[in-house]
């Protein structure tokens, strides 16, 4: 059981907009910055979003990450069918005193 | 390019001990923090232990006691000792670099290890 909480699954059409929510409580996503990390199965996770909102150089502004509170909320608009794939959000947890990821999204664009 | 290369995974048995390994190039190894994250079969990533440039370490409490992080500078290279395993830590192995302003900026490839009899 992953201590921040994502949808196992979402879904959007070509050109779409779709957004993939990640829940958390104030010792983790209340109180520390969120990554987010896209994962093609069989390959290594990649950057995608870092502090909340950031974009690593090379990442399309399509992709955007937002906080409020303890959840966070990635954004992908323009959807491609390349943009399939696994999505996860992670950050420190307080009272854990170590990183988590949560369960993680598979991401189909139909 | 900053290259992160995993090795040392494989078969063992329940209660045997592996070390993985983790070359990194590219990139001057002393100045980051690096990490290692796991993903079982069919799973999503599990975030195991983390070391400092300056030798600050923390573990998950899910091996805490069994798993040690170490590095050396003078061979650029990262490594997991892995004590008393079970038949949940198989999965794949990342060692991952941190940015000054990111976790996990950088990742390998993985290294498959297996907990069977």
């Known amino acids: 059981q992953s201590v921040l909480t994502q949808p196992p699954s979402a879904s959007g059409t070509p050109g779409q907009r779709v957004t993939i929510s990640c829940s958390g409580s104030?010792?983790?996503?209340?109180?520390?910055?969120i990554y987010w990390y896209r994962q093609v199965p069989g390959t290594a996770p990649k950057l995608l979003i870092y502090?909340?909102?950031q974009r690593p150089s090379g990442v399309p502004d399509r992709f955007s990450g937002s906080k409020s509170g303890t959840s966070a909320s990635l954004a992908i608009s323009g959807l491609r069918s390349e943009d399939e794939a696994d999505y996860y959000c992670?950050?420190?947890?307080?009272?854990?005193?170590?990183?988590?990821f949560g369960g993680g999204t598979q991401l189909t664009v139909l | 390019e900053v290259q992160l290369v995993e090795s040392g995974g494989g078969l063992v048995q329940p209660g045997g001990s592996l070390r993985l390994s983790c070359a990194a190039s590219g990139f001057s190894f002393s100045d980051y923090s690096m990490n290692w994250v796991r993903q079982a079969p069919g799973k999503g990533l599990e975030w195991l232990s983390y070391i400092s440039s300056n030798g600050i370490i923390n573990y998950a409490h899910s091996v805490k006691g069994r798993f040690t992080i170490s590095r050396d500078t003078a061979k650029n290279s990262l490594y997991l000792q892995m004590n008393s395993l079970r038949a949940e830590d198989t999965a794949v192995y990342f060692c991952s670099r941190d940015a000054s302003l990111a976790y996990f900026e950088h990742w390998g490839q993985g290294a498959l290890v297996t907990v069977s009899s």
């Open positions: 104030s010792s983790n996503i209340g109180s520390n910055y």
């Open positions: 502090r909340n909102s």
């Open positions: 992670a950050t420190w947890d307080d009272s854990l005193s170590g990183r988590v």
